[in-house]
């Protein structure tokens, strides 16, 4: 369930290479049947338990489960069963219906622009981004999420929601409904770095995501394989960069 990466660990204006251990994020395909109904993101491990509580809680009646192979799992029930259910449309922090992963990255296309940003710049944005966050500090329960511009580090939008790839989604609304140039801003989370959140990024065409949380295995690969510089647990003038360090200078 952990995996070793190769990063730059970066601390005020000393950068160095340094090895981190990230939690694997990969996806489980559900198949009624046979049928395939839904793909949700997950840590590998227990995954018939996984499924057998989700199943539970969308009040979905099945018979036997078995683990088909290491990213499936086979159910015995009609896949008219999952046709009215939550589960298509809310399981996994929004990667999941009946679209394939590899499907999603087949739609996105590689970050080509030279965009860079220094570092100190960087640094900066998880602060300016929880000074925005005025419903998280009214009540604690909100994640956040902004795009701040490359050269100046100022915030361009902030969205919050009770869910993390809601927040992202309503940035990219507002973004695609703007004059605003993607490639020209950074992606800045309030948690943790998952795949779906690198996938919104790419699809935007956003080439840097900094978060204040560590990023999953997943996500690296994907901001790694797409042109994006990722940097995770943005604090006090630290951060880790997992991929495409040379988009951020000192």
Not at 14 to 34: F, T
Not at 144 to 152: C, I
Not at 186 to 206: D, F, I
Request: hydrophobic share 50%; with cysteine.
């Amino acid at each position: 369930m952990i995996r070793e990466v190769a990063i730059e660990r970066v601390d005020g204006d000393v950068r160095k290479p340094d090895v981190d251990r990230v939690v694997v994020e990969a996806p489980l395909q559900l198949r009624a049947r046979g049928a395939p109904v839904a793909t949700i993101m997950r840590t590998p491990g227990h995954d018939l338990e996984l499924v057998r509580g989700l199943l539970h809680a969308e009040s979905v009646v099945a018979g036997a489960l078995a683990q088909a192979d290491e990213d499936a799992v086979d159910i015995d029930v009609d896949p008219s069963a999952f046709a009215a259910r939550g589960l298509l449309a809310s399981a996994a922090c929004g990667v999941c219906g009946r679209v394939a992963i590899a499907d999603l990255e087949r739609r996105a296309k590689e970050i080509t622009a030279d965009t860079a940003i220094a570092g100190p710049v960087l640094a900066a944005l998880p602060d300016k981004l929880r000074a925005e966050q005025a419903v998280f500090a009214a009540t604690g329960g909100l994640h956040g999420a902004a795009l701040a511009r490359v050269a100046t580090g100022e915030l361009a939008c902030t969205r919050e929601d009770v869910g993390r790839h809601n927040a992202v989604d309503k940035l990219v609304g507002w973004a695609l409904a703007s004059s605003l140039d993607p490639a020209a801003h950074v992606l800045v989370l309030s948690g943790r770095a998952g795949y779906e959140l690198v996938q919104k990024a790419v699809m935007l065409g956003v080439p840097i995501v900094a978060s204040v949380s560590a990023p999953s295995s997943l996500a690296v690969e994907l901001a790694e394989r797409f042109g994006v510089a990722l940097a995770g647990f943005v604090r006090d003038g630290r951060y880790n960069v997992y991929s495409h360090a040379w988009r951020i200078r000192l």
